[in-house]
């Protein structure tokens, strides 16, 4: 187990360009199962669960290699094997398995799988996308037998399911059409990657009609992480500082932006983005499906109220306050109000913590480095699942950090 040291209290300047995005890599990674030939991936960050994603294929006889800042997939010759759970239990995204590997094999099991832990994470859309191709799911088998195009109609937005659909519809021969899909940006990282591989793909709001068939060898490029951005941009008003946020695309950000603005930080125009001043007032987030204010930032501000106060809601996952605990432990006072929590102003000490999940611990990162005085975050590995080399990134920024084995 790792933590990180952090003497906090340090303004944060200069610049930070982000790794590529964690959300769009990883549906790539897996779905590249469902292709036979070569996948060339254009800026894939090196993070634990882009790791873990790559063993996992690699499980399937994907062999993997890197050209620089490219990875290159081969998938010309795959095996089946039942998906090891040690490494599925490591991943929500893991699911994704479900989609491709039916395609591939014509079968598939239901995966353990695993990832955050702040709340049940039901598949039950996933798997009646796979039904409505003819899937047939008996215990934990999942069999394909004869693959058929569906109309697949969801009733809610969930980005995972619209992946195991995507994929699944691409893999198969003829129109399929997919109603309610989740529109995170990441979405149409894959769409690009399944139409480089040959399926032809086009979105009417969030309806998708999918002609799909053989798939072969395909390129993409993963583009810069927003969540990752909003981290940063945290990072710097938390500190007092004045960082500037590099490589993604702001318009992902509209609704951090917007909450953090209301709250009187202060924003520069351009591309990159370049936050100022501190929370002067009260400020509340709902997290919702996209273009909300993305659920995986909703813990990532909760230290920024820490200023003048404000209010949480989560609409994606309704019970993602477990983390608000640890951040007690750094003096955060919050309490329950229904299904919202609303957090006090309060003085933040340096604490001894132990990180809950990825972006828990970032928030609990937050906190420490905006106590005067040394802080250290246990179980440090979780960050590190989602962040790309995050010491190096806020060292550079002048914040006095250190990653160290327990
Ligand atoms: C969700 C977030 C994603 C975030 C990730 C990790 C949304 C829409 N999705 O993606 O941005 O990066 O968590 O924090 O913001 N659901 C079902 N049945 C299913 C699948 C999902 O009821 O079969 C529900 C979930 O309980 C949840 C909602 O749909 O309330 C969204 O879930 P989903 O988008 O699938 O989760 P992730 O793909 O993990």
């Known amino acids: 187990m790792k933590k990180l040291v952090i ?82 239990s490591m991943l929500r995204a893991s699911t ?116 799909g068939g053989e798939l072969s060898g395909a390129e993409v490029s993963i583009p810069g992480d927003m969540i990752e951005a909003g981290s940063y941009v945290a990072a710097s008003i938390a500190s007092g500082g004045r960082v500037q946020v590099q490589g993604f695309d702001r318009s992902e950000l509209s609704s951090f932006i917007e909450a953090l603005g209301a709250s009187g930080v202060s924003f520069e125009d351009g591309e990159d983005v370049v936050a100022y001043g501190k929370p002067a007032r009260r400020f509340s987030v709902c997290a919702a499906p996209y273009p909300g204010f993305p659920t995986d930032l909703q813990p990532v501000v909760a230290p920024l109220m820490s200023f003048a106060g404000g209010c949480l809601k989560d609409e994606v996952w309704r019970e993602r306050f477990g983390y608000l605990d640890g951040l007690g432990a750094f003096g955060l006072r919050s309490r329950a109000l229904g299904d919202m929590r609303e957090v006090f102003p309060s003085e933040l000490h340096p604490a001894r913590a132990y990180a809950p999940d990825l972006r828990g611990g970032f928030a609990m990162l937050l906190a420490a480095l905006m106590a005067d005085g040394e802080s250290e975050i246990y179980n440090a590995d979780v960050i590190l699942r989602g962040y790309e080399n995050i010491t190096e990134k806020l060292s550079g920024l002048g914040a006095e950090i250190s990653l160290c084995e327990m």
């Open 7 to 88: 003497n906090g209290g340090v303004p944060l300047f200069g610049r930070v360009r982000v790794s590529g995005s964690k959300n769009a890599a990883l549906p790539i990674i897996f779905s590249s199962l469902a292709l036979r030939g070569i996948s060339r991936i254009k800026g894939l960050a090196d993070i634990g669960d882009v790791r873990v994603a790559l063993d996992l294929i690699g499980c399937y006889g994907a062999k993997v290699k890197r050209e620089g800042r490219d990875t290159l997939i081969d998938t010309t010759t795959l095996k089946y094997v039942s998906p090891p759970p040690e490494l599925t």
């Open 96 to 211: 994704y398995l479900m989609g491709a590997s039916l395609i591939r094999f014509g079968r598939a099991e239901l995966v353990n799988h695993g990832g955050c832990n702040f709340s049940a994470r039901p598949i039950d859309m996933h798997l009646d996308a796979l039904a409505s191709h003819g899937a047939v799911i008996a215990g934990d088998v999942i069999s394909g037998g004869r693959l058929v195009p569906s109309v697949v109609r969801f009733k809610k937005r969930s980005v995972g399911a619209t992946v195991n659909a995507l994929i699944s519809a691409a893999g198969i021969e003829g129109e399929s059409v997919i109603e309610g899909c989740a529109l995170e940006p990441h979405i149409f990282v894959l769409v690009d990657y399944l139409r480089s591989a040959g399926a032809s793909i086009s979105f009417v709001g969030d309806r998708a009609t999918v002609r």
